[in-house]
């Protein structure tokens, strides 16, 4: 799959873009922080859109910055799809039908990488249900593996996010990966 490149940069220099949405730092922080800053680390250009205002300190650890959404969050989803990488809170991607919406429509037209993380999302540690309400179990699971530096960032962002002490953290995050057709319809009960 080709990844669109960061063409906003004046420099001429390209990056790779990965926008996540997020209803959580803290919840982020303990599911994705490690993943996230490996991919910072590795040069991809990181923005955090936050679904209510909260401290952005742990993102700074992690190599992320944090992006006011000044639009309605569908309009943001659809315009970063066309910029690069999506992720997800599992929670947000359920809970809030403008996400869900732009994410559907992203995943549509094909060309962007998806990954959804957090509460209810797949982790074959914890799962009960196996995935998050509205997302296909066959929907594919990725373990990423965390860099050294990734893990004691992770340490120091947990603590920053008010979500624990410093010590050691899972070398292990799992991630959904979906693609069209991944999302069912969510009905109330």
């Known amino acids: 799959m080709l990844l669109p490149l960061d063409r906003t940069r004046p420099s001429g220099l390209r990056r790779y873009r990965l926008t996540v949405f997020a209803d959580s730092v803290s919840e982020m922080v303990r599911a994705a922080g490690g993943w996230l800053c490996d991919q910072a680390r590795t040069g991809w250009d990181v923005r955090v859109v936050l679904a209510r205002p909260q401290d952005v300190r742990a993102l700074t650890i992690l190599g992320a910055s944090a992006v006011e959404a000044d639009?309605?969050?569908a309009d943001i989803v659809r315009s970063a799809g066309a910029a690069g990488a999506l992720a997800v809170s599992g929670r947000l991607l359920v809970s809030d039908e403008a996400v869900r919406?732009?994410?559907?429509?992203?995943?549509?037209?094909?060309?962007?990488?998806?990954?959804?993380?957090?509460?209810?999302?797949?982790?074959?540690?914890?799962?009960?249900?196996?995935?998050?309400?509205?997302?296909?179990?066959?929907?594919?699971?990725?373990?990423?593996?965390?860099?050294?530096?990734a893990r004691a960032f992770k340490s120091c962002a947990l603590v920053a996010a008010g979500s624990g002490g410093p010590g050691p953290v899972d070398g292990v995050e799992t991630l959904l990966t979906i693609g069209p057709g991944a999302l069912r319809p969510v009905r109330p009960v």
């Open 101 to 149: 919406s732009g994410v559907e429509e992203v995943l549509r037209r094909g060309r962007t990488a998806v990954m959804v993380w957090g509460s209810g999302a797949w982790d074959p540690r914890t799962a009960g249900s196996g995935t998050p309400t509205g997302v296909d179990p066959d929907a594919d699971a990725v373990e990423h593996r965390l860099s050294a530096a």
């Open 71 to 73: 639009q309605p969050l």
